[in-house]
Structure formats: structure tokens, C-alpha cells
T-cell receptor, first 111, second 114 residues
Framework: GENVEQHPSTLSVQEGDSAVIKCTYSDSASNYFPWYKQELGKGPQLIIDIRSNVGEKKDQRIAVTLNKTAKHFSLHITETQPEDSAVYFCAASFGNEKLTFGTGTRLTIIP | GAVVSQHPSRVICKSGTSVKIECRSLDFQATTMFWYRQFPKQSLMLMATSNEGSKATYEQGVEKDKFLINHASLTLSTLTVTSAHPEDSSFYIC??????????FGSGTRLTVV
């Protein structure tokens, strides 16, 4: 089955700087790669996603890049703000099948 | 956008009793519902996948007789934790999957068994 690794597990960034979180996946058949933000005591919220036919996608301060050959995908947050502090999860799936989640990254934005 | 309403948000039950968690898809029909469990500071682990009108498919190591899943309609799926024990204390999250909306997560249920 699919295995998703995520790094780093914790990340502290000065407000205004950029944050990058990286994930690798094992199943080359996976074609959908979402990123979720989870705040304490809440369910995950989709912040951006990418499909395997696209190499990069951007939404304001958030971008995701995908390298299918290397089976890597990364989340980039620019101009970080205190409200970006949360736990971020990457995930991978094939079609509409189950999502496999990474281990999570606790992002702390230092004011 | 799509919303999945999950209730209750928090529940405390006595050891040996059962508790039911409900997830309702609002304004859309969810043919597939995923149920996850999340322990503190850990990732989401898939427990089971349910399709409306069919028996749920459980992941390896998940006791199907302990975690009963019912997906009797396209807008309602329930997870019942039977004979709960303290080790079942966790954060349970549902996720509805549709072609149009993709994966939509509920807000989670914090279960504490005392």
C-alpha cells in the first residue's frame, strides 16, 4: 500500500518568512496530493491540492509543487502570519480511493 | 462548499458502554465515507471505508465488531464504539468523498472513556 513520509515534524519560522514542508510517497499510481491544515481539536481543512498532471499550483501565499519522477511534493507558504501556526498534513491517493496521510508538521510562526 | 456535520464534538462515556458518532453530509450526497482515528500528536489513521448500502471495509487491525459503521443513506453515516474502554479514547473524524467535492472532513469527535 501507499506510504507517505513528511518532513520536518516541527518547524519554527519568523513571521514574514517562508515555510516549506516536504513529502514523499511510495506508490507511483497515486495521482492526487492534498495538503491539510489542522488546528487543535478540529478536523483537517483542505488548503491546497494538486493532481499528477500538474507540476505546480499556487493560491495566494500558498503553493504546492509536485515531482512525479522523484515522488516528492512540497508545500510552500510565503509571508507567513501568526494564524498560519497549526499542524499541516500531506496526503496521497489514487483516484477516489482512501487518502494516506503523512505524519504531520507542527508549524509555529514566531511574531 | 460541501459541509459534513459531525456530532457530538465531545463525549465522555463510562467504560463498557457504547457511544454513537454521526456524520451528515449537508446539501450533497456522500456515496463514500471514511472514518479516521487520531491519537494525540499523531496522524490520521484510516479505520474503515463505508459505501452507502454496503458493508464497511475495515483496515487491518481494526475490530469490526467493536467499531460498527452504518451508512444507511447517502447523507448519514454513523460509527458506534461498542463496549468502550479507556484505550478507545481518541479523536474520531469522518470524511465524505464525492466526485465533485473531493474529500470533505467533519469537525471531529473527542471521545473520552472513563
Amino acid at each position: 500500500g501507499e506510504n507517505v513520509e513528511q518532513h520536518p515534524s516541527t518547524l519554527s519560522v519568523q513571521e514574514g518568512d517562508s515555510a516549506v514542508i516536504k513529502c514523499t510517497y511510495s506508490d507511483s499510481a497515486s495521482n492526487y496530493f492534498p495538503w491539510y491544515k489542522q488546528e487543535l481539536g478540529k478536523g483537517p481543512q483542505l488548503i491546497i491540492d494538486i493532481r499528477s498532471n500538474v507540476g505546480e499550483k499556487k493560491d495566494q501565499r500558498i503553493a504546492v509543487t509536485l515531482n512525479k519522477t522523484a515522488k516528492h511534493f512540497s508545500l510552500h507558504i510565503t509571508e507567513t502570519q501568526p494564524e498560519d501556526s497549526a499542524v499541516y498534513f500531506c496526503a496521497a491517493s489514487f483516484g477516489n480511493e482512501k487518502l494516506t496521510f503523512g505524519t504531520g508538521t507542527r508549524l509555529t510562526i514566531i511574531p | 462548499g460541501a459541509v459534513v456535520s459531525q456530532h457530538p464534538s465531545r463525549v465522555i462515556c463510562k467504560s463498557g458502554t457504547s457511544v454513537k458518532i454521526e456524520c451528515r453530509s449537508l446539501d450533497f450526497q456522500a456515496t463514500t465515507m471514511f472514518w479516521y482515528r487520531q491519537f494525540p500528536k499523531q496522524s490520521l489513521m484510516l479505520m474503515a471505508t463505508s459505501n452507502e448500502g454496503s458493508k464497511a471495509t475495515y483496515e487491518q487491525g481494526v475490530e469490526k465488531d467493536k467499531f460498527l459503521i452504518n451508512h444507511a443513506s447517502l447523507t448519514l453515516s454513523t460509527l458506534t464504539v461498542t463496549s468502550a474502554h479507556p484505550e478507545d479514547s481518541s479523536f474520531y473524524i469522518c470524511s465524505a468523498q464525492t466526485e465533485f467535492y473531493g474529500y470533505t472532513f467533519g469537525s471531529g469527535t473527542r471521545l473520552t472513556v472513563v
